[in-house]
Each structure stands twice: as structure tokens, then as C-alpha cells.
């Protein structure tokens, strides 16, 4: 029997989920090698543009498999569609039946991301975080905002986008919290306000640069998923005490440490890998003068994770015979 | 607004399309270069064991692209359950939607993959077949004789099988139709016996030997998809005087072309692709004292062309406001 999770009911069960807890948990399993996570399958579409990547993996002994299929098109929002469109499917790993179809269009990709970026701050973050800065305005840098509550009592953020649109939606999004938003018309002054920075665009030129970041700042980059975006200057990257990766195998042909390594202004051996700070337990950073950055590419633990959880959480009476 | 097909559905469905058009049309646009078709992606599973194959792609300028799922869990019969599973998602190229998601549990893998055997023996076998003959009981082993039906009026079958279980089933299954089905206990046999010869099983050991291949016979072999399974000896592939592979890529890697390159007893460039013969639109063997050899190891582009079809011309009304 197939259960079916559609979006309103993925939305009721999210609250009822230790975040936090199950990113850290499968990012430490990825870690130590407890997972089957192949490389990310990628379709790319010219006519309009528009991008499908394929995250499919499972832990070792545990009950499911997962596959997730997540789109970006964007140009949708001219046809009053979302961009992002997408799918999780959860397997049983003894037998290979359906468990379930979370139709999800992208959502779950954003939550975990969003949690991903709350594990990263928990353990690299400075103790204190004076302000929260923000590159972009859209659904994920809306989201990263919202799951550092669970990290921080920070709530001053200062956010940079280009997007007039993307500001008022902004504010309209943070209208009932309380968040103190602040719109900056230049990164630097993100950068020079913030201790905590998450980037969190699509860009394909730096838009954060060494010369402006102070002492003490933890910046997560979230945008970068690909061999071709990049959000930081590398000289970030050079000048960092320290570099994280969600995945080591990722950052060899994707996203910001890729881009670095590739300029040969950092070296692979000085990298981490998330999960095994995790695994060690206790904040990366050695004091609140270090200048520490997280690339975040997206590793499918995280989607077997909450496809998971969703699952096992969700009163979804939904099913199919299949 | 995402269809669902359930498996009774797509049955019903079948029977309306034209699978050796489609699959025809498939092949042709892969080889010509129209089709967007990434590496196979795979999971292996240890415990108990098993594999998931996900396979994906798009012809370009088409309406959709699709992602299939399909696995083997070799000891689910014991639990009662099919060994096979999967399913199929047609999406929009356009926006990235779903619109449908095809709960085959399989079951358009087979029909696909029998009805490229089909293609196979309409380009290559002789223009008189005298008997058919087949390596294996399972489903393929029956689909593919089936599926013959459209290219050949032959019904003799010779079939060789290890399992007297599967002998049975098979018996069963063809008991209400026109073909005679005999029994062989020795492989050889059926080479002598005929001049159009299927391979489906799941061998890692070569079953056919080229001692006993008489001049003017084609043999499809299916069985193979992986690095590690065999069904023919390596001398086959070497005096055959035509060896085809339904992809030239998948075959550097996979199937009985690749052990026979790594061998050394075929050279790449004496191959020819399936859908470059279909281009041509005539029978690629050149008399009927040639022996012609295809391998199949299955092409996204077949699950593209059957959830296509199987899309269009389901019925369902059974849909998701996803």
C-alpha cells in the first residue's frame, strides 16, 4: 500500500518534526559512512531554462530508500506556476515497495536546506549573534531566517536583494514576527552589521567580498549547488579559519569550495565535513574572532531524512494498492 | 494537476498503442542525437539483496521528460511479493509540473524492454524465422515471445530453462494461445533448433556457445544490464558478422558488448547502434547465412516513449491537485 502525502498535509506534519535533530543525525550517518548517496543525477532544459536534479540514496540498516526529483524553472512565475516543482518518493529498502509519494513541489527541498543551514550555524556560528544578514529574498532566504530561531535568539536581520518585489514580499512574510528587518542597498554593509551571514541567491558572480568581512563572521552559502553559481569572492575562502562542506565528495565539482580549490586558494585537506563536527559534538569555531564558512550543495541524506520523517509523522489516510 | 495510472490501468491502456512504432521512433531519436539521456543512476542493496536502477531523460523539443524507478529484490517471491518494482513520473519540459505518476511496479519495463527485442528481430533476423527459441521462463522470456508476434508468424518455440517451476508457469501461460511450446534441456538444442534465439535470464556464467550457433541465426540477448552478467559466450560476439547495441554508450560499461570490447574479441568500431539501423529503415543483416547478434541493456528513452503513451491514451480520471 502507497500512502500519498500532498502538500497541505506535508505542511500540517512539519511542525510535529525535530529538525534540528534529524539533519544532524543523518549528516553525521553521511559522514561516517553509513549512507549510499551516488551523485546527484542532473537534467538541464534549454527551451525555456530550467534544471531537474535527481537525489536518491538510503542509510545502511535502516528501513527506507529515497528518491527525490526537485525542478527549477524559472520562468514558471510568468505562468502564475512556482519555479520550483518536485516530488519525494520513499521506498522500502528490504523489498523495494512504494511507501509513499510526497508530493511536496520543491517544499521539503527548501525546509531541509533551511535546517541544514540552522546545523551549520549551531556549530559555527560566534556564541553571541549580534545581527543576521541575508543575501537574496526569496523562499530560501526566508527560510533560513525562520529555522535559526531554533539556534538563536537573534532577531535583527539585515537583508540585501536586488529585487524591489522581492523586498515588499519579504516584509510581508516577517509582517506578524518578531523580526526586526532592515533593507541594505550594498553587501557590504551586511557584511560590516552581521556576524551571521547566509547567502542565499542564485548568482553566478560574487557579491560578498573579503575586504568588507569583519572578524568573528559565520558565513553559510546556500545558493551555490552547481559547478557555475557562486556567491562569495574566494578570497572569503582563503581567508577563512576555517571551511566546512556538507559533503567533501559534492564540493569536488559543485559549489563555492569547488570554485576555490579549482583557484588553488584552498586545499582540500584543510576541509570539513559537517557531519563530522557533528559527530564530535562541540562548536568548530575556537574563539568569536574566527571567520568561519559553510558551503551547503544539498546532500540526499538530508531528503531521505525528512521524506522520513514526514512519513512516520503524517495522519495522511491517503493510500493507493499499489 | 498530476494523473495517477494505476496498474490495472495500464494494462487496459496497452492493448491501444502501437509499441514497435514508438519504441521504432525512440531508438532513431536517441541515435540521432535528439534525445537528453544522463548515465543510469543505481542502488545496491546488501541485506537482503537487491538493486534500484533509475533511469531518465528527455527527447528534446517533446513535451516531457520522465524518470523511472524500477528495482529487483530477487528474494521477495518468499514474502509473497513481486521481485520487480517501480514506478514511472511523466513531467512537463516546459515547467517542470508532474503530470502523471505510472504505478507499473515494473510491469512497462518489461513491455518496453519486449518490445525492443521486437525492433531486434524486425531488422535483424531472417526474413524466415523457423523457430523461436529462448533462454529463460520469467516474464521477459514470456513478453518477448508475445511481442514477436507483430514482426514474425511464427509460433514453434523451443524454450530452455533450469526451473521446472518456471517450465510449468510457462506452460500456463501460453496454454490458451496458438504457439507450441517444447521443452529443451540442453542450450544447444535450441541453437540447432532455431534461427531466432532470446536470452532473459539473469546469468553471470555464458549459457550459449558458438560452437553450437549455426550460420543465419539472430540472437537478441536481454538478459544482461550490468557489468557482471553473461549470456553468451565471448566467440559469439567475436564471428558474429553483425553485433548491435540498442546504446553504444551504455554498452562501454554494461552488457555482453562491454565484456566482449574488454576482451578484446570485438573492437567499437565494428558496432552498430539500433536506432542508426532504424534511421536506415531496412533490415540490417545482409543475407540469411549471417549471424547478427543485439544487445539490449534498456534505454530511458523506451521509458520515455511507453509513459508517454501510456499517458496519452490512459483513461484515468483518477488525479491529484498537486
Known amino acids: 500500500m502507497t500512502k ?13 518534526i525535530d529538525l534540528l535533530r534529524i539533519m544532524e543525525e543523518g549528516f553525521a550517518a553521511y559522514s561516517n559512512g553509513r549512507t549510499v548517496v ?21 542509510i545502511k ?12 524553472f524559472y520562468e514558471n512565475p510568468k505562468l502564475g506556476l512556482p519555479s520550483s516543482q518536485g516530488l519525494m518518493l520513499l521506498f522500502c529498502q528490504k523489498s523495494g515497495a512504494l511507501k509513499a509519494i510526497l508530493l511536496d ?7 531541509r536546506t533551511a535546517a541544514a543551514g540552522t546545523v551549520a550555524a549551531k556549530y559555527l556560528a560566534p556564541e553571541e549573534v549580534t545581527a543576521i544578514g541575508v543575501l537574496g529574498a526569496g523562499i530560501q532566504a526566508r527560510q533560513q531566517v525562520l529555522h ?6 537573534c532577531r535583527k536581520v539585515f537583508v540585501w536583494t536586488r529585487s524591489d518585489k522581492g523586498a515588499e514580499n519579504y516584509l510581508t512574510w516577517f509582517a506578524d514576527s518578531d523580526f526586526d528587518i532592515t533593507f541594505v542597498s550594498d553587501t557590504a554593509e551586511v557584511a560590516a ?3 551571521l551571514i547566509v547567502t542565499a541567491t542564485p548568482s553566478k558572480e560574487p557579491l560578498l567580498h573579503a575586504a568588507d568581512i569583519f572578524p568573528g563572521t559565520h558565513i553559510t552559502a546556500v545558493g551555490s549547488d552547481t559547478a557555475d553559481k557562486v556567491e562569495l569572492d574566494l578570497e572569503i575562502l582563503r581567508m577563512a579559519d576555517l571551511v ?3 559533503s567533501l565528495v559534492q564540493s569536488e565539482t559543485r559549489g563555492e569550495v569547488f ?50 520523517a514526514v512519513f512516520e509523522n503524517s495522519q495522511s489516510e491517503e493510500s493507493l494498492d499499489a
Chains 1, 2 share one sequence.
Open 4 to 16: 500519498i502525502i500532498e502538500l497541505d498535509e506535508i505542511k500540517r506534519t512539519l511542525p510535529s
Open 38 to 58: 551516488p551523485p546527484v543525477g542532473e537534467l538541464v532544459f534549454e527551451n525555456p531554462p530550467g534544471e531537474a536534479h535527481i537525489k536518491y540514496g538510503y
Open 61 to 72: 540498516e535502516d528501513d527506507y530508500y529515497v528518491v527525490k526529483i526537485a525542478s527549477g
Open 105 to 111: 513541489n520543491g517544499h521539503l527541498t527548501d525546509i
Open 148 to 153: 535559526l530561531q531554533s539556534v538563536t535568539d
Open 193 to 195: 552589521r552581521c556576524n
Open 244 to 246: 566546512v562542506s556538507d
Open 259 to 308: 570554485r576555490a580549490v579549482e583557484a588553488g586558494v584552498l586545499h582540500r585537506k584543510d576541509l570539513l565535513e559537517l557531519g563530522a563536527i557533528i559527530t564530535r559534538g562541540e562548536k568548530a569555531r575556537r574563539d568569536d574572532t574566527q571567520i568561519t564558512v559553510a558551503d551547503l550543495t544539498g546532500v540526499a541524506v538530508q531528503d531521505i531524512q525528512i521524506a522520513k
